[in-house]
């Protein structure tokens, strides 16, 4: 069966550290892929996305992800981290032969320390 | 636009009674999607529609859940009789379908569900 795997269930962090969250499918085929963030008792919002062309995308607040379709991954990167960042980051996949059911991952709950 | 449009944004009712959530998609999308969120279970899609046709309810729980989409610009979710255990946050989330397959999932703020 199609899945995402996101193994960092939690990550704590200092304010101005490096970031980058892990994330692996299982889908040999074409897919579009996402991040998603979820502040605090909010709702999910999007992040960045990759359909097609360079496979480093950037998205908002400074976020970054790189696709790399012979790993199955497309990990999520922030060069130095803020309180603000505090969330949990859900990554997420569309293959294309799957009607557009959107499959996430489990979620990384990211704490940051000031 | 406004976004996706759900009410009530909170609900707090008896073990037994009838709870009905509401949605509104973004205009112009042709998918929705019904999720439910908990610490214990994570997110979970519990059915999805495309042009008002139900895909896949495979994710809907039992049969005290219940889903429509009279037209494009409205959807329910009922559960009856509701359950302690039904409490979470259920989300709906639109999206479009174009050239490249579909495009992100735009969430609504959440109905949290407290079932006493």
């Known amino acids: 069966a199609q899945s995402v795997s996101q193994h960092n269930h939690h990550v704590i962090l200092s304010e101005a550290a490096s970031l980058e969250l892990g994330c692996n499918y299982s889908?040999?085929?074409?897919?579009?892929l996402f991040w998603y963030v979820q502040y605090p008792g909010q709702h999910l919002q999007l992040l960045l996305k990759?359909?097609?062309?360079?496979?480093l995308v950037k998205g908002i607040k400074g976020f970054e992800a790189e696709f790399i379709k012979s790993k199955f991954s497309f990990n999520l990167r922030k060069p130095s981290v803020q309180w603000s960042d505090t969330a949990e980051y859900f990554c997420?996949?569309?293959?294309?032969?799957?009607?557009?059911?959107?499959?996430f991952g489990s979620g990384t709950r990211l704490s940051i320390r000031p | 636009d406004a976004g996706v449009i759900q009410s009530p944004r909170h609900e707090v009712t008896e073990m037994g009674q009838e709870v009905t959530l509401r949605c509104k998609p973004i205009?112009?999308?042709?998918?929705l999607f019904w999720y439910r969120q908990t610490m214990m279970r994570g997110l979970e899609l519990l059915i999805y529609f495309n042009n008002n046709v139900p895909i896949d309810d495979s994710g809907m729980p039992e049969d005290r859940f219940s889903a429509k989409m009279p037209n494009a610009s409205f959807s329910t979710l009922k559960i009856q009789p509701s359950e302690p255990r039904d409490s979470a946050v259920y989300f709906c989330?639109?999206?479009?379908?174009?050239?490249?397959?579909?495009?992100?999932?735009?969430f609504g703020p959440g109905t949290r569900l407290t079932v006493t």
């Open positions: 997420a996949v569309i293959p294309y032969s799957s009607a557009s059911k959107i499959i």
């Open positions: 889908y040999g085929g074409t897919v579009n």
């Open positions: 990759y359909f097609s062309g360079d496979p």
């Open positions: 989330a639109s999206s479009l379908i174009g050239p490249q397959g579909s495009y992100e999932q735009y």
């Open positions: 205009s112009g999308h042709d998918y």
